[in-house]
């Protein structure tokens, strides 16, 4: 379906594979509008519960594919901001969807891939992963990803970042909150699945309620408007048939129905 992903499926668990290993899955227009359309696929799919982002080959991406940023750098300011667009409207995409999103990061995270990384709501990262904004050492600034890096790692670690391009390495991904979890060797995969096992217990509304109210709760001062809104979430829920589930299948000492079958 996809020229540069592949998309594979377990059950409620959709795994998209960027498939360019021979480039480091490095961004090019192609991969975007994959991305794009894909998360867009799988985000109005209501057999997916949870979404894993992964890599083909050595590393999970490695930012812009120098081709297309050297064509870039030969072409108009308004074909730079379509493209600039194009870019930020995918991240948007990941960032936005209603369904659980998992980075599985391995190898190199660079500028872009670190932007993909930080747009998850969860990345885990294998021991021997890198990260880093790396598009001052190209005479460019980390601008299409900088929402989301900077909601992971804070104001204060991105002026370090954003302007010296150091790696950074798994361990201090984790200190810094890029990352979640770290694993060590061969255990990715299943740290990966620990996680997924963990969201697939929890109601799919009330998942997307959840990520929903961090947006709308995250970063303002707790006023009367704030205060009234989170009251009005917790209303309005209480009464789906997701919670009354949820109720029952807790007073009954039973899997809730959205729970998969052993």
Known sequence: MYETLEILRDGGVATAWMNRPEVHNAFNAQLIADLTAAFR?????????????????????AGADLNWMKAA??????????????????????????????????????????????????????DKALFATSEVRFGIIPSAISPYV????????????????????AVRAVELGLAHELAEGDA??????????????????????????????????????????????IAELRATPEAREGLDAFLSKRPAAWVPQA
Not at 49 to 61: D, I, N, P
Not at 159 to 168: D, H, P, S, V, W
């Open 188 to 233: 990715l995969d299943a740290k990966v699945a620990e996680i997924v096992g963990a969201l697939l217990q929890g109601g799919p509304k009330s998942q997307a309620a959840a990520k929903d109210l961090i947006r709308a709760v995250a970063n303002r001062p707790v006023g009367d408007e704030v205060v009234e809104n989170t009251a009005r979430r």
């Open 150 to 169: 900077i909601r992971a790692i804070g104001e204060r670690q991105a002026y370090r970042y954003f302007q010296t391009a150091e790696r950074i390495s």
């Open 73 to 126: 750098g030969a072409a108009s300011v308004e074909e730079n901001l379509a493209d600039a667009r194009k870019l930020a409207g995918m991240l948007r995409v990941i960032a936005e969807m209603t369904k659980p999103t998992i980075a599985r990061v391995h190898g190199a995270a660079l500028g872009g891939g670190m932007g993909l990384a930080s747009a998850c709501d969860i990345c885990v990262a294998g």
């Open 41 to 61: 696929a799988l985000d109005a799919d209501e057999t997916v519960r949870a979404v894993v982002l992964a890599g083909r080959g050595k590393s999970f991406s």
